[in-house]
T-cell receptor
Framework: EDQVTQSPEALRLQEGESSSLNCSYT??????LFWYRQDPGKGPEFLFT???AGEEKEKERLKATLTKKESFLHITAPKPEDSATYLC????????????FGQGTTLQVKP | DAGVIQSPRHEVTEMGQEVTLRCKPI?????LFWYRQTMMRGLELLIY????????DSGMPEDRFSAKMPNASFSNLKIQPSEPRDSAVYFC???????????FGSGTRLTVV
């Protein structure tokens, strides 16, 4: 069964304290791995797509990496405005119309 | 572009009533998705359309749920009759291409009492 597991469930950081979020996946052929950010009361906002092991993408303080079994979202010197829930999702090769989401990591960055 | 537009933003209804949720995708996007989000189960795909045709409805919980896409600019999700366990946030999303990033709407928060 295709599955996505994110850890930790919640993370509290001080402003400027770098850390990483983990996304482990089990899928019958990976078409793509996606990272989204979700703010309270809003829909998920697309951040990155990764397609193959070794690929990396960056956007401001965020950097996403991909291996054959997991992805990391590295947050460098976070700011309070980075506080949100970060969702990981995969699309299996067998059903490329489908996004399977993890439960998310809720990040709180304190000033 | 205004993005994916959903209405209403909030819906409170009594058990047994029919509920209709509406979605306008981004113009030109060929794929439309309906997701449901709860604390217990996270984001779950209910159904998706390609060029207005339902492709995968395996996530629709039961016969009480139905979705249609009569044209490229509109879709609705109906629940009849509604039950308290249907309470959740329902998201619509659209995409230009299969396997690419989706754009989500702001969601409809449904409460069935």
């Amino acid at each position: 069964e295709d599955q996505v597991t994110q850890s930790p469930e919640a993370l509290r950081l001080q402003e400027g304290e770098s850390s990483s979020l983990n996304c482990s996946y089990t899928v019958s052929g990976l078409r793509g791995l996606f990272w989204y950010r979700q703010d309270p009361g809003k829909g998920p906002e697309f951040l990155f797509t990764l397609y193959s092991a070794g690929e990396e993408k960056e956007k401001e303080r965020l950097k996403a990496t991909l291996t054959k079994k997991e992805s990391f979202l590295h947050i460098t010197a976070p700011k309070p405005e980075d506080s949100a829930t970060y969702l990981c999702a995969v699309t299996p090769s067998s059903n490329t119309g489908k996004l399977i989401f993890g439960q998310g990591t809720t990040l709180q960055v304190k000033p | 572009d205004a993005g994916v537009i959903q209405s209403p933003r909030h819906e409170v209804t009594e058990m047994g009533q029919e509920v209709t949720l509406r979605c306008k995708p981004i113009s030109g996007h060929d794929y439309l998705f309906w997701y449901r989000q709860t604390m217990m189960r996270g984001l779950e795909l209910l159904i998706y359309f390609n060029n207005n045709v339902p492709i995968d409805d395996s996530g629709m919980p039961e016969d009480r749920f139905s979705a249609k896409m009569p044209n490229a600019s509109f879709s609705n999700l109906k629940i009849q009759p509604s039950e308290p366990r249907d309470s959740a946030v329902y998201f619509c999303a659209s995409s230009l291409e299969r396997g690419r990033g989706y754009t989500f709407g702001s969601g409809t928060r449904l409460t069935v009492v």
